[in-house]
């Protein structure tokens, strides 16, 4: 692959008269799973919010397959082919799963044309959505809204899905059954996740950058990161008692 | 000795510091500069109009709170002053206890507007106030027996005040020391020690925490202050000077109707003039209501004339009928509120701090 | 490892929908209510009926400021002047053609009605997109100044009517076979009213429809909750909420010409005047609740005119009281609505 999917360079970005990212670079490659690493406040979510023009950058760049999308607005850059599950899931809880998944397949003018073969195979690892079809989704728990959330943003393809810590606030169990779900949608999307849960990225990161203070401090393969106790501690401050 | 007087927030701005000047003396004198009734009546409206579009500053400039209810508490006044009058004869007791009544009833019902609402956002106040502002004034209107219905109730004042009421024979520059000439330097000073009173109010601690909740509530919050109390209290202050500005209109005009005194028209004038005059400055009531009221008694001639002169075009005569200076207004308000949100007083600030620097 | 499906299965019973039927009741077991208190029958026809047909134009009124303010935080101070102008523009056609207005003919009647109504509509829409661009736009997020400067666009209006029409009131005829009153036993059923209660029907009935079986109409209640993930998903939600402001513009001024010749006279301050019942149906229906605006507005007119007849001097205020009970009950009104 020559040009990377979406590359961020000297990225800032203020919110009122907070100065967040202070110079971000980042890189994502076409396919697999990129990680955002790092503490609270480092600025990932900020990042994300950023490349989706939610907040738009003070300074430098944001190309996304071969255009800048520095200062687009939100619904055009959606436009482009990047969708985005944000770490409140933005669940439409008035309406129905169906209707969630329904409003986020664009090219669709009725609910009853969605592709039912791609519906299939998202409800191959999201079982619970068939079942709660047309329930309004905010009758849902947390873990499937959160299905509920990844599915809108993949229920047409997309070149690219930002997600925000979708192990949020999620029971062990549940968190086993994402890490099957982000498997199998590693095979086909390219996707760059926000995470806090070291074990889950672990088991399923491609390469991994690391924030800290508005910067990316690090960034690399996950697995060489997996391995490298020492550099965990020195990037992430994690002790191994915490996160076994 | 000036400067604790205005405590120590002073105009700023020497274009400002004059025309502030020439109110306070056209005011202090105008019985002497000016003849006939007319003109005292608009100098004596303009008196209680500063106090009360102050009072809504405090509200609207300084807490960041929209009324729509400071008419109603202005009425309240009035009305309390007038029917005590009205029904006990014209004494001073009626007075004490018309405006004791008054400013009980309205810290009665700012409390608990208050409580009922300010805690919920600035748009849900504005609502509220609104339908409790207008079903009060429908009430009021309605209760004939008791306020005199739609035409209100005339009164007498107590004797001293009353315009046949002479001090001495004697004249002073030339003029009659009369029941009205009483009435109007009471109703002035009165207006002058409020006014001087909210400046008081706006430049103490309780002022700064005020404008610390309007800039950031949640911050405000944060550090400690019970952003609902605050808001409450300047509401209750607000109401209640409010209250006392009717109390001096209706002593002055001795007569209280819902049309001079509840009707929405003067709410929309209390707007006009605060965000004309400039909102958070207390001195914008004073600039605000003196223009406003001279344009209103006097522009409407000038419009007059212009109307006849284009009496000929139908469209354009109407546009200048006197009964539409509002509409100007109206529009100098919109441009206002987008161009110059801190009103005159404002502009000339920032004049003189530009002109300041080197 | 677990399969997804098996852990979704754990919790399997399905959620309860929980359907908040409390306030549908409201209108009902209130009017039920009043029965033995009014006493006659046909008398209490009458009044639900008045209540009623009262209630929806209040509705139509109300809706469209009520899903403004939903979608886009917006509270427009000078919506009352769409139903003014509404109503102004309507004399346009009915006073020129005078003769279809006092013709014995239904279809006459019907037909002029039908286009007052269609060029108000068309100028308060109209009207809505210019008052968006000019006078909304530049203040969005901003409060404080979204109220000052819709209120200084309502005077504004106000007095452009003024202009316009002059200051005098005029009257407003209502169509021949639109007058007078079918009587079933003793009750007369004025026919007007029941027009109302049509139009106010098929009102909430398509609004109803859109809103929920609709592509645009299920981004708009997306949009009510959270606009960010609405644009996130690729909508533009500016788009959608000019629509909106023109479509309920639009139906402020259907309000409008409805009123209008309900009262038979028309003076500039009626839409000062609805501003503050229709302010009050919003807030007891809960800001940004369609649904809840409906009822809202069914439970204060059926109130007033209720309290009109059994006690004249409550019904001064009896919107005010519908207000503070329901907020009493339910203090962000009877439907409150999710938000971020």
């Known amino acids: 692959m020559s040009d990377p999917l979406l590359q961020l360079a000297g990225v800032h970005t203020h919110i009122g008269q907070y100065h967040i990212l202070q110079g971000v670079d980042l890189v994502v490659p076409q396919g697999g799973i990129t990680v955002l690493l790092g503490r609270n406040g480092a600025g990932k979510t900020t990042t994300l919010r950023t490349i989706m023009g939610l907040w738009h950058a003070s300074r430098g760049t944001v190309r996304f397959d071969g255009g800048d999308i520095t200062q687009s607005p939100t619904p055009d850059i959606a436009c482009s082919g990047i969708a985005y599950v944000p770490e409140s899931m933005g669940i439409f809880s008035d309406l129905t799963v169906r209707e969630n998944l329904y409003l986020a397949a664009r090219s669709v003018k009725r609910a009853g044309e969605m592709d039912e073969a791609r519906l299939e195979w998202i409800f191959g690892f999201f079982g619970a959505l068939k079942k709660f079809w047309n329930q309004p989704a905010g009758t849902l728990s947390g873990g499937q809204k959160q299905m509920v959330a990844i599915a809108r943003a993949i229920v047409e393809p997309r070149k690219l899905l930002l997600i925000d810590e979708p192990t949020k606030g999620l029971a062990p169990a549940i968190i086993q059954g994402m890490i099957a779900a982000f498997r199998e949608l590693k095979r086909t999307e390219t996707i760059l996740l926000v995470e806090q849960n070291f074990s889950f990225v672990c088991a399923l990161g491609d390469s991994v950058a690391v924030m800290d203070g508005g910067r990316i401090v690090h960034s690399g393969s996950m697995a060489a990161l997996a391995d490298d106790r020492e550099l965990q501690h020195k990037l992430l401050g994690l002790s191994l008692d915490a996160h076994q | 000795m000036i400067r604790t007087l205005l405590s120590r927030d002073l105009p700023r701005s020497r274009p400002l510091s004059a025309m502030l000047l020439v109110v306070l003396l056209g005011l202090m004198l105008a019985p002497f500069l000016v003849s006939g009734a007319r003109s005292l009546n608009v100098a004596a409206t303009i008196c209680v109009f500063v106090v009360l579009v102050a009072s809504y500053d405090l509200l609207l400039g300084y807490t960041g709170i929209v009324s729509f209810a400071h008419t109603m508490f202005y009425g309240i006044g009035a009305y309390g002053v007038g029917l005590a009058l009205h029904g006990m004869g014209p004494s001073w007791w009626a007075v004490f206890v018309g405006t004791a009544g008054a400013l009980s009833l309205s810290l009665v019902l700012a409390l608990v507007i208050g409580l009922f609402s300010l805690r919920v956002r600035a748009i849900f106040y504005a609502m509220i106030t609104l339908a409790v502002a207008s079903a009060f004034s429908v009430v009021a209107s309605q209760m004939s027996d008791f306020t005199g219905g739609e035409d209100g109730r005339t009164f007498k004042v107590p004797e001293i005040l009353q315009p046949s009421f002479r001090l001495f024979d004697a004249e002073i520059l030339g003029r009659v020391v009369d029941g009205k000439l009483i009435t109007y330097y009471l109703v002035f000073f009165s207006a002058l020690a409020l006014f001087l009173f909210m400046l008081r109010i706006v430049n103490s601690p309780f002022g700064r925490v005020l404008q610390a909740i309007r800039e950031n509530d949640f911050r405000a919050e944060a550090l400690g202050y019970r952003t609902v109390i605050y808001r409450t209290l300047a509401n209750c202050l607000g109401a209640l000077i409010a209250t006392l500005a009717g109390v001096l209109m209706a002593l002055w005009l001795r007569y209280v109707g819902p049309k001079t005194m509840l009707s929405f028209e003067v709410m929309t004038d209390i707007l006009l003039i605060v965000v004309i005059g400039g909102m958070g400055t207390i001195y914008g009531a004073v600039i605000g209501s003196a223009l406003f009221i001279l344009a209103q008694n006097y522009l409407q001639v000038l419009m007059a004339q212009a109307s006849a002169a284009m009496s000929g075009i139908p469209f354009l005569a109407n546009l200048f009928h006197p009964d539409r200076w509002l509409l100007w207004l109206g529009v100098l308000f919109v441009l206002s509120v987008y161009f110059f949100p801190t009103g005159i007083v404002g502009r000339l600030r920032i004049k003189a701090l530009l002109r300041g620097r080197p | ?340």
Request: charged share 10%; net charge positive.
């Open chain 3, 1 to 340: 490892m677990t399969s997804i499906s098996q852990v979704a299965s754990q919790d399997s019973a399905l959620p309860k929908v929980r359907v908040d039927m409390l306030p549908l009741l409201l209108v009902p077991v209130l009017a039920l209510l009043m029965l033995p208190l009014v006493g006659s029958f046909p008398t209490w026809v009458t009044l639900t009926v008045a209540g009623l047909a009262m209630g929806m134009m209040v509705f139509m009124m109300a809706s469209g400021l009520t899903l403004i303010f939903g979608l886009m935080d917006v509270l427009n101070f000078g919506h009352g002047a769409f139903v003014s102008v509404g109503a102004f523009t309507a004399t346009l056609v009915l006073l020129p053609m005078k003769s279809w207005v006092e013709a014995e003919s239904v279809w006459m009647n019907l037909s002029v009605v039908g286009l007052a109504i269609l060029l108000a509509m068309l100028v308060t829409g109209l009207l809505g997109w210019a008052f968006e661009r000019i006078i909304i736009r530049p203040v969005y997020g901003l409060h404080l100044k979204q109220i000052l400067i819709t209120m200084g666009g309502m005077i504004v209006a106000e007095q452009l009517i003024h202009v316009i029409w002059g200051a005098e009131q005029i009257p407003l005829q209502l169509p021949a076979t639109f007058r007078g009153a079918f009587i079933f036993g003793d009750a007369a059923l004025e026919k007007y009213r029941l027009i109302a209660v049509g139009v106010g029907l098929t009102v909430f009935i398509s609004m109803f429809l859109v809103l929920n079986r609709t592509k645009v109409g299920l981004l708009i209640r997306a949009g009510v909750e959270n606009g960010e993930m609405v644009e996130a998903l690729g909508y533009r939600i500016r788009r959608l909420f000019v629509g909106v402001f023109v479509a309920g513009s639009a139906l402020a001024g259907l309000g409008g010409v409805m009123w209008g010749l309900y009262k038979e006279t028309l003076t500039a301050a009626i839409g000062g005047e609805i501003t503050v019942l229709v302010f009050i149906v919003i807030i007891v229906g809960g800001l940004g609740s369609v649904g809840g605006c409906f009822i809202g507005a069914m439970l204060v007119a059926l109130v007033a005119n209720y309290a009109g007849f059994l006690a004249p001097k409550v019904a001064l205020v009896s919107d005010i009281l519908v207000m503070v009970t329901v907020l009493l009950w339910r203090p962000q009104g009877l439907y409150p609505v999710a938000k971020r």
